[in-house]
């Protein structure tokens, strides 16, 4: 475990969800399934966040707020799709306003599906990022090591 | 206290007079929305009193400019951007009014797209239900089977999935063209046990009817 | 007189748990107009009826919104009925409420607890989860999912609840009350929360029913309606059916409506659970709706009521399928309740009309 993972803290954005992902999420934190006990934090600050939950199939106006949200982010950062609409789309890949997945507008690196999906899979998810946080801090410290 | 619903037609031109005497008679607006159909829009006004749910149908053509109701019903201005948004329908005199970014998009006036497939899929239904009615007509008046039983048929494949549909018409034309084939064969056979001119008048006659056969079908495409 | 400064409010914001946006115009502290933007959830799935038959769009309505799903897949499955002329069992009429009623309990701790995180009490928040979580697993033994039911289908249900599962059932609710009991007392009667709720956002009987709203945010201020009280479906077999009224109009009487609403709905299942009539629980419906057929249905959803319209065609596709949600309804009343408060009251505000975006935009 690296230092950038050992308490993780997360921002949470619904992006055209129906909301099931979205309060499963916050299920995730709650006593049900405890994510806090793993030192998962939802803060609403992107510069205090380390992971980025997005939940839903991004509509056109939302992509914009999708990429701003990523963009404020400081590395290192791990982007998880919560929910088969952000995987894919899910049942609203071919409506006219969808674009079909949070990949379309930002670099996902953890794929959680399900319908709505279930707070063991997001846990599930959460630690599969922290793996690649720390992969990712590891990566940017060589390169600062290397630059001397 | 019971509960009913209707469906009553109302014209264009009393909507605004309709809303000030259901405002002033104390009913309860509900919502207002669009319909797409073969001539234009149809907005379905819903006003609720004492259980009473009172739909009223307006049908106007895409280009009617449309009084908006949210002066006398402030809840109203949400659904007339809406149907500005999503039918391009013209509302004047909104109250709170987006003028067009109410929701954005990515194409103008979506819901009135209709994919090729789905008009296909509808007209195909209006000539089943149209087959249906003629054959009912027919039979009242006592006709032979069978047109009726190819009806039917036609009837069962329009209801089928489209995909076994298919299937079942590939294996219809296969048969066809064998009983066809099989009839060729017969017709040979009969032809050279013919004389031999008479048999040369009667190909010349099968080659003419095949030519107009082809160019009845060309000239209906 | 102090200068007027715009405050941009969301999309992204901790106490939001759905995407709207706010120009807030503010004057030192109070709000003195506020420009709602909303249109972040806008999927157009009402389109998708021309590529989905009637028994297939019933998984669509339910993903309108996960929290009010049930009572999304209860109207559209009542709306076909109606429109295709499909009489259901009496004990499918049950079983729906039954759903119905937990899905209105859970939606409303749900509530609560986002309503607590919004003037700052996080371990409320933590505590009406924490019982929610019990009426999920209610959920998940008898139905299989958790947010998604897909339990309901046009001309009944999917799955039968037995003796066995119901008497659990029963003991859970029992069991939930007194736990429920001790957060209603501190969510009423305490002084902070009381400071931070009484007075505010006050929207009178006269205003309410000029804007026409709907749900518990109108009965908080006088407006008897309710669709429960028209008696249909298994609602007609209930010995009394009373709406809670609250006569104040502000957020403290918003919040105590939807306590007592919670209390309502655990004895409004026990009794059907006595009552329950054995039978059948789906009756087969073949065929497509006729063309040119139509057919309006209303339903009290959480939040309120609920309008469902749907249009025939001749074909298994419906010609049109629309839901009027009752935030819509209540997004005037939103307007109208934000103008003069504190800034450190839109939180509040936005939060007692239940805002459920995704159902409004579909």
């Given at each position: 475990m690296g230092y950038a993972s050992k308490s993780p803290w997360v921002i949470h954005y619904d992006g055209s969800s129906c909301n099931g992902c979205d309060i499963e999420v916050l299920a995730t934190l709650c006593p049900g399934f405890d994510g806090e006990r793993f030192g998962v934090v939802n803060t609403g600050n992107p510069k205090h966040a380390d992971i980025f939950l997005v939940t839903g199939s991004v509509n056109e106006q939302n992509i914009a707020v999708v990429k701003e949200i990523y963009d404020q982010m400081v590395e290192p950062k791990v982007v998880v799709a919560c929910g088969i609409c952000a995987c894919t789309g899910g049942v609203f890949h071919d409506c006219y306003n969808v674009i079909g997945g949070v990949d379309k507008a930002i670099p996902v690196d953890v794929y959680a599906p399900g319908c709505a999906v279930r707070p063991e899979s997001l846990i599930d998810a959460i630690v599969e990022g922290v793996k690649v946080l720390d992969e990712k801090a590891a990566a940017l410290k060589a390169a600062k090591k290397g630059g001397r | 206290m019971g509960f009913r619903q209707d469906f009553e037609p109302l014209a264009l031109s009393e909507l605004h007079g309709f809303a000030e005497s259901r405002r002033a008679e104390g009913w309860r607006y509900v919502q207002t929305l669009a319909v797409l159909t073969e001539e234009g829009v149809d907005l379905v006004y819903s006003f609720m009193k004492d259980g009473h749910l009172a739909n009223s149908v307006v049908s106007i053509g895409r280009d009617a400019v449309v009084p908006s109701i949210s002066d006398l019903f402030l809840a109203a201005f949400v659904f007339e951007n809406e149907i500005h948004d999503l039918f391009g329908v013209t509302v004047e005199g909104i109250a709170i009014d987006f003028e067009g970014s109410f929701y954005q998009l990515a194409n103008e006036a979506p819901m009135t797209i209709l994919s090729p497939e789905q008009a296909a899929a509808r007209e195909k239904a209006r000539k089943v239900a149209a087959a249906k009615a003629a054959k009912a007509a027919k039979e009242a008046g006592g006709a032979s089977d069978a047109p009726a039983a190819e009806g039917g048929l036609e009837a069962k494949l329009a209801a089928m999935d489209p995909e076994k549909a298919a299937k079942v018409r590939a294996a219809m034309e296969a048969k066809a063209k064998k009983e066809a084939a099989a009839k060729d064969a017969e017709l040979e056979e009969r032809l050279k046990a013919m004389d031999p001119e008479k048999a040369a008048k009667v190909r010349a006659a099968m080659e003419a009817k095949a030519k107009r056969a082809v160019s009845a079908e060309e000239g209906g495409e | 007189m102090g200068k007027a400064t715009v405050i941009p409010f969301g999309p992204q914001h901790p106490v939001l748990p759905e995407p709207l946006h706010l120009d807030l115009v503010v004057e030192d502290e109070t709000v003195v107009d506020c420009m709602p933007q909303i249109g972040f959830v806008h999927r157009g799935l009402e389109k998708l009826v021309e590529t989905r038959d009637y028994n297939q769009f019933i998984y669509i309505a339910e993903r309108i919104c996960g929290i009010c799903a049930m009572g999304h897949s209860l109207g559209y499955a009542e709306t076909v009925e109606e429109l295709m002329g499909v009489e259901v069992p009496k004990r499918a009429?049950?079983?729906?409420?039954?759903?119905?009623?937990?899905?209105?309990?859970?939606?409303?701790?749900?509530?609560?607890?986002?309503?607590?995180?919004?003037?700052?009490?996080?371990?409320?928040?933590?505590?009406?989860?924490?019982?929610?979580?019990?009426?999920?697993?209610?959920?998940?033994?008898?139905?299989?999912?958790?947010?998604?039911?897909?339990?309901?289908?046009?001309?009944?249900?999917?799955?039968?609840?037995?003796?066995?599962?119901?008497?659990?059932?029963?003991?859970?609710?029992?069991?939930?009350?007194?736990?429920?009991?001790?957060?209603?007392?501190?969510?009423?009667?305490?002084?902070?929360?009381?400071?931070?709720?009484?007075?505010?956002?006050?929207?009178?009987?006269?205003?309410?029913?000029?804007?026409?709203?709907?749900?518990?945010?109108?009965?908080?201020?006088?407006?008897?309606?309710?669709?429960?009280?028209?008696?249909?479906?298994?609602?007609?077999?209930?010995?009394?059916?009373?709406?809670?009224?609250?006569?104040?109009?502000?957020?403290?009487?918003?919040?105590?409506?939807?306590?007592?609403?919670?209390?309502?709905?655990?004895?409004?299942?026990?009794?059907?659970?006595?009552?329950?009539?054995?039978?059948?629980?789906?009756?087969?419906?073949?065929?497509?709706?006729?063309?040119?057929?139509?057919?309006?249905?209303?339903?009290?959803?959480?939040?309120?009521?609920?309008?469902?319209?749907?249009?025939?065609?001749?074909?298994?596709?419906?010609?049109?399928?629309?839901?009027?949600?009752?935030?819509?309804?209540?997004?005037?009343?939103?307007?109208?309740?934000?103008?003069?408060c504190d800034l450190a009251d839109v939180n509040m505000i936005i939060l007692t009309i239940d805002p459920c975006i995704s159902c409004t935009e579909r």
């Open positions: - | - | 009429e049950y079983l729906r409420v039954i759903w119905h009623e937990l899905s209105r309990i859970h939606s409303h701790l749900l509530w609560l607890g986002l309503a607590a995180d919004a003037f700052g009490f996080e371990s409320m928040f933590m505590h009406c989860w924490r019982l929610r979580e019990r009426i999920l697993d209610i959920f998940e033994k008898t139905t299989g999912g958790r947010v998604i039911l897909s339990v309901v289908k046009v001309g009944g249900v999917a799955r039968d609840i037995d003796a066995g599962q119901m008497s659990e059932i029963l003991a859970t609710l029992e069991g939930i009350k007194s736990d429920y009991g001790a957060l209603m007392r501190t969510l009423l009667t305490d002084s902070s929360i009381k400071n931070r709720t009484v007075g505010v956002g006050a929207i009178g009987y006269d205003d309410a029913v000029a804007l026409s709203m709907v749900g518990p945010f109108a009965r908080a201020s006088a407006v008897n309606y309710d669709v429960r009280s028209f008696g249909r479906g298994a609602y007609g077999d209930l010995a009394d059916f009373q709406p809670i009224l609250d006569n104040q109009g502000d957020c403290y009487a918003r919040v105590k409506v939807r306590c007592l609403e919670v209390l309502q709905s655990i004895d409004i299942i026990a009794e059907l659970a006595a009552k329950m009539p054995a039978g059948d629980i789906a009756v087969p419906v073949k065929g497509s709706p006729a063309d040119g057929a139509q057919a309006s249905n209303v339903l009290e959803q959480p939040r309120g009521e609920c309008y469902y319209y749907a249009r025939g065609n001749g074909t298994k596709h419906l010609d049109r399928m629309r839901m009027r949600t009752p935030t819509s309804q209540n997004l005037a009343g939103m307007a109208t309740a934000l103008k003069g």
